[in-house]
């Protein structure tokens, strides 16, 4: 065991310091040591002395070291348990002889040794033992011997020996063993409502400490214990009161040592005196009487007494005596508390007056005490009013500061102790300073202290207040019930005794304080104790004292001058009034205390929203000043460390002051949703008030409004605004108050008090329509039941009709134009954001904007009309079913009004969005949709009559979902029409622009929804809307003025108006309604362009149909050209769109058909280049119905298609006047036509059409005037024929005259009928039968105007279009039909390719040479395909064809290639060109006629051989003397034909197929080959002799040299050969010759050979022996080496 160890070692080191001096100590240590190792425990050393007794021995031996060895062993033992309590009475005497000693170690062993009794079992018990153990303490305390440490220990010892005396009273006495806060009045905090939270915690813990265990009583019994503490406490009183005692057995004590001890037992053993009743005892007559003696100040008071520290502990001691013991103690507290309150008025030393207001200062901040003092003496009518005086005598005591001569320096002194405090650094008194310095620091001290214990009744009066609060007493100031009239709780009515009784003293003197200061510390201070007692008394419902403290509260906050004292102190000078005016403005400079002055109103105000009631003027009043300081540029806030003033708007990195102020100026209103309802019209109340003072007319203002009135008024509406946004949760009972003082502004005549009440409309509106409960109504109405939708509404009805309401009342009511545009302007903002969630307030809205449709400021209007646009663009889904046609309505009179166009033209944009709305509506359909391939769209029925309700009820279902909302009680069909109705109207209207737009309208809206319209729907919508709007919109055109014009004037120039120009388009009021009027064509076609299918199944749809095509008629031949081409697009259109779907029957195309035909029959009424438009849309009109409906046409509807072609392009033949123009360009007629006719090709069951196309088509070629008679009587029996083919009676289909619209369209169409070609129907709506019908068309009947025509078209220019085009048709032709028109074409390409020699640098032959090539190209090529001959081509239309080839190649190719021409006729570019091209007909003839072709007989053949012979001739049969003037092309093409002729008689075995066709080719070319070079050698040989030295041309010798070198390479077959005329010998010879190289034809040309060696050229000298040597290679006479 460890001790054992320690004591063992202890006692070896006792017996080794003992060995020489004390032998007798080292055997005892021996002995015990021996002892001890037979002991194994504490507890039986101490059952045995002989260990302690040596520990004795050593200390009476008095060694210091055997003393200090033999004490330290014995505090062991005594820790340790291992001494006997009778052990004691040897124990204490050897310390008292020690304590005697002078060694200061040994001393100090002595105390530590009496210490670890007191807390051991050796506690001494007994009264003998007990003054032994105390009175060493005392005496090392008291004996001058004693060192300052030895004394310092034994007054530790001793105060430690007492609390361990009193501890044992209290376990004794079964005393709670809680102690009292001793150290409450030396520890402060930072802050004084730290201090009064830290006193309220630790009175708590005290009387839970002293009272845990249930209520105590009084005894009078006192045990050993008790005795022995209460003879100690005797003893105490006696030395603190100067006398002697016995018991202690000391002769003397210090009364400072003894008063302090006193003041420890008094603080921390509350239970022993208010339990005991000899210690009450003791406490009442001896310590009271003690320390009201010491009190005494009206005497000198001598010796210690009197000093500070005695003062202090005395003052300290009553201190705790009043806050300990008050209650049993009243009269001597009574008595203590008016001495304190009296010496604070004394004329005594500083620091005796700061002592005792540190404790007046530790009762106000203790809230338990300030509240049992006043419950004890201010509450009891007996008592003296103790703490009314108290607060009293502080208040005098900041009143010092009013000094003059030392109020500055303390009140600097004041700031800096507070500061000090704030930072965690507590000041205190230097007793010995005596400059100036510390005496302005006590006097500061002083006035800090007074300070602190006003702030802290003040605290404390908040603390209890908060606690009567929390225990129900009072009412919180955020609780939503109403505050009750009373405080009848026994908290509150002392919480309300102490406010009354102290609030106007501490409001003066808190006042007086805050107004000298400047330091931030004490600023705060003050200023939280404002605070804190202004919430009281509000919570209190203590008007007088909240508004005093609230108006002392604002007077710090922020100064202002109003406008009056800023005017009362301006100077009678404008200018200077102006300067001084602005220096005021200057001259706003927040302080820091203004600042927290702010920040404290804007805390009392948040905790007090609920109580405030009237007395919120006085905060907005201050509030309003403020916002006008954070707006102005001229505000700025003083720095603490500087007096220079500092602007702190600029951003940083914590936010400024004036946005902080700025941000809780907002929050305070924000915060009104916590706020009470009843609390919340009280600040609307406030703030209207406030607005209505500064109201111009209500305040003494001077004439103008200032700018302080204004950002007052603005202030209140601002916040008013805040209020309600704030409170849209329960803004039912704030509407009205808020708005009836908006409207008040808005009559106001001044502007800007307007615009404001204006904005605030807005804002609120807006707000209040915003909020949760709308938005939610608006949601149920959209997913609920048609009753609870109307719930919804009925409880909201009535709360949305009186937010929308002022807006009527501002525009109805008010009579600023100002006011009624900015009401629209409000209008328009609600209905952007908030329209969807509207119901109620639909039909006052809608009102008001019809309203605006008839006033005349364009700006109104416009605004009203942003309004209705917004309606009818996103709210139509949300309004109630019955205001729908209100707002159809509305539209349509902004689109009649005349004030703006734009807004009309809108307007009517706006119709057609309705009808997108409506269509949705529109679920049922027509059932022919299905059939036609129309979507069906399902639809409930609409509200006709009955047995159409039957009808529609077939195509609807219950897959009606998804439709808008309150579809069922919607009549969809009724409003429809009531859109087409307006439009209808509005077609119209005077303005182009607008009727143009309606008309637009119209027909796109039945375009885009038609597939939802019923049958009926239809038929109303055709005879009631569509046909008439023709018919009005056609009579409008026809009586409209066709008088110019003038524009708008835009101003004048030299004294004459100047107008604004008007395009020619657009210049006449007529010109105006054409172009109307193509617009309802353009309609009427894209109607049946859509629905034609549908609509024909309509009951007299036909009568329609004729009406409409008589106007079309009538329009092309007398209307505009405008008109002219949108009616014939109107027909296009309808026949292009369902041609080709097979939906347009064969009567309506050809009614068309015939509407053209008469047309152009009786020539439109205007000629030019309108009429040349009006034909070219025909035409291409034509191209494109036969295109798509190819299939329907039979020959009779052709014939008539080329005969309409035909009076399209005819014209007269030109005369002088246009013969010029003609030479220039092709017209346009003419030009279309040409595009159209690729077009026009007949297809397969109109195959015997292709002979009259082309015949027609070769009509207009150059030249064709002469077969023209033939064509003539051709055509008159096609005519002929198809009269007699006619079948049926031409009967016009019946007209149903009551369902057209117009009866007029009825005998137009009658007389249509019998000026056209009708076609024959058996059925009402003239749908033919199956057979097709032929139409009478005549075709070419007079013969002399075709030949006007016809030689119209004879031009080279017309002709060079038409050639390809031609060329083209012919080759699609199928091959029949090809070889029967086949001559006629070669014909024509003849005669165009003749041109050449009157035109030799014109197109037109040049085109015609390519075609012909083209032409016998494909012929050659189909003719090698098929392998020979077609078997439906008959061989005399071959033969028939190929005289007319050879005819063409031999009047081409001998009269016009190879010619020579004049020099500047065609550039050298040209003449190269043209080569080429002679050159490709010469290639076709040899390379692809002569060669592939099969079937030409052979006379046919040898006129095409003759031909290139011909052509090859030309340089060899001129006289030596001309032919050197040749050009070079025409000797180089004679010599392409003489090689042509080489190149069909040569053979190569290895390339060439043989055949029949190219033998007989072979054969005759031979000849005339042979014949030709037999004539072109002799030639040369002739030439040459009669020249003589004379060289003959280059031409001819080039001649001759190309003829030996092509005999030299031609290589003839067999059976060429055979023919040859050669002997027979030299037959027999070659047939011998096996290795002859087939040049036969040689030897027939031998003789010629032979002469010609004796040529002087000798190229050809050296050709001819060339050939001579072939010759005898034939022969087989080549020479043998």
Known sequence: MAFMAVLEADLRALSAEARRRYPTVKDGAEHAILKLRSLSNPSEIAHNEDILRIFLMACEVKSVKLSVIGLSCLQKLISHEAVAPSALKEILPTLKAHAEMVDETVQLKTLQTILIIFQSRLHPESEDNMAQALGICLRLLESNRSSDSVRNTAAATFRQAVALIFDRVILAESLPAGKGGSGSQNFRTYSLTGDVSRSINQSESLESDCFSGGPLFMRENLTKAGKLGLRLLEDLTALAAGGSVTWLRVLSLQQTFALDILEFILSNYVAIFRTLVSYEQVLRHQICSLLMTSLRTNAEIEGEAGEPTFRRLVLRSVAHVIRLYSSSLVTECEVFLSMLIRVTSLDLPLWHRILVLEVLRGFCVEARTLRLLFQNFDMNPKNTNIVEGMVKALARVVSSIQVPDTSEESLAAVAGMFSSKAKGIEWSLDNDASNAAVVVASEAHAITLAVEGLLGVVFTVAALTDEAVDVGEVESP????????????????????????????????????????????????????????????????????????????????INVPNEAEKRSSALPSPGSK???????????????????????????????????????????????????????????????????????????????????????????????ALMHISAVKSLLSALCQLSNQYMPGNSSGFGQTSSQQVGTISFSVERMISILVNNLHRVEPLWDQVVGHLLELAENNNQQLRNMALDAFDQSICAVLGSDKFQSSALSRCHHADDQVESTDTQLGSLECAVISPLSVLYFSNQNLDVRIGSLKILLHVLERYGEKLYSSWPSILDMLRSVANAVEKEIISLGFQGLRVIMNDELSTIPAHCIDV?????????????????????????????????????????????????????????????????????????????????????????????????QQLGADERPEVRNSAIRTLFQTLGSHGQKLSRSMWEDCLWNYVFPTLDCVSQMAASSSTDEWQGKELGTRRGKAVHMLIHHSRNTAQKQWDETLVLVLGGIARLLRSFFPFLRSLSNFWSGWESLLVFVRNSILNGSKEVALAAINCLQTIVLSHSPKGNLPMPYLKSVLDVYELVLQRRPNYSGNAASKVKQEILHGLGEIYMQAQKMFDEGMYLQLLEIIHLAVGQPKCNSDNMEAETLHVPLVQRTMLEILPQLCPTEHLSSMWTLLLRELLLYLPGSEASLEEKEAETEQASCSRNHNQEGVKVAPQLDVGSVANKQNVAVAKTMLTETHKITSDFPNGVSSTSQKKTETPFLSSGSLTKDVVAGFSSNLFGEKLVPVLVDIFLLAPSVEKYNIFPEIVQGLGRCMATRRDTPDGALWRLAVEGFNRILVDDVNTTNINHGRDSNVSRTARIRLWKEVADIYEIFLVGSCGRALPSNVLSPSALKADESLEMTILNVLGDKILITETGIPLDILERLVSTLDRCASRTCCLPVETVGLLPSHSSRFSLACLQKLFSLCNYACEVDQWNSTRSEVCKIAIMVLVSRCEYILRRFLIDENDLGERSLPAVRIEEIIFVLQELARLVIHPDTASILSLPTYLKDVLAMNENHDGRAHLLVLFPSFCELVILREPRVRELVQVVLRLVSAELGLQKVI
């Not at 002392?494 to 400047?518: E, F, G, K, P």
């Not at 954070?630 to 946005?659: C, M, W």
């Open 478 to 557: 955020r609780s939503e019930s109403d505050p009750p009239e009373s405080c009848t709780g026994q908290m509150a009515v002392l919480c309300m005794s102490m406010v009354d009784s102290m609030w106007l003293t501490i409001l003066d003197a808190l006042s007086l304080i805050l107004t000298r200061s400047h330091g931030e510390a004490i600023i705060l201070e003050i200023l939280k104790g404002y605070q804190a007692f202004t919430q009281a008394c509000g919570v209190l419902r203590a008007v007088e004292p909240l508004n005093s403290f609230l108006a002392s509260l604002c007077k710090f906050t």
């Open 887 to 983: 707002c159809i309505e509305v539209t349509g009179a902004y689109s009649s009004q005349k004030t703006e166009l734009n807004i009309s033209l809108t307007a009517v944009g706006l119709l057609w969005t309705t009808t997108d709305f409506i269509a949705k509506g529109l679920i049922h359909g027509h059932a022919e949709e299905r059939e036609i391939g129309i979507p069906t769209t399902q639809s409930i029925p609409k509200q006709r009559r009955p047995e159409e309700r039957e009808e529609q009820s077939i195509y609807s279902n219950n897959e009606a979902d998804d439709q808008v909302p309150l579809v069922d009680v919607i009549d969809h069909n009724k409003l429809l029409f009531s859109v087409f109705s307006l439009l």
């Open 578 to 672: 102006r300067s001084e005016l602005v220096d005021q403005r200057d001259s706003i400079v927040l302080t820091p205390k203004n600042v927290q002055a702010l920040r404290t109103l804007f805390n009392v105000a948040h905790r007090l929203h609920n109580v405030l009631g009237p007395s919120w003027v006085l905060v907005l009043e201050t509030l309003s000043a403020l916002d006008r300081a954070i707006h102005s540029p001229h505000a700025t806030i003083e720095e603490v460390s500087s007096t220079v003033p500092k602007l702190t708007r600029e951003p940083s990195g914590q936010y400024s002051d004036f946005n902080i102020l700025s941000s809780l100026n907002s929050q305070l209103f924000e915060s009104s």
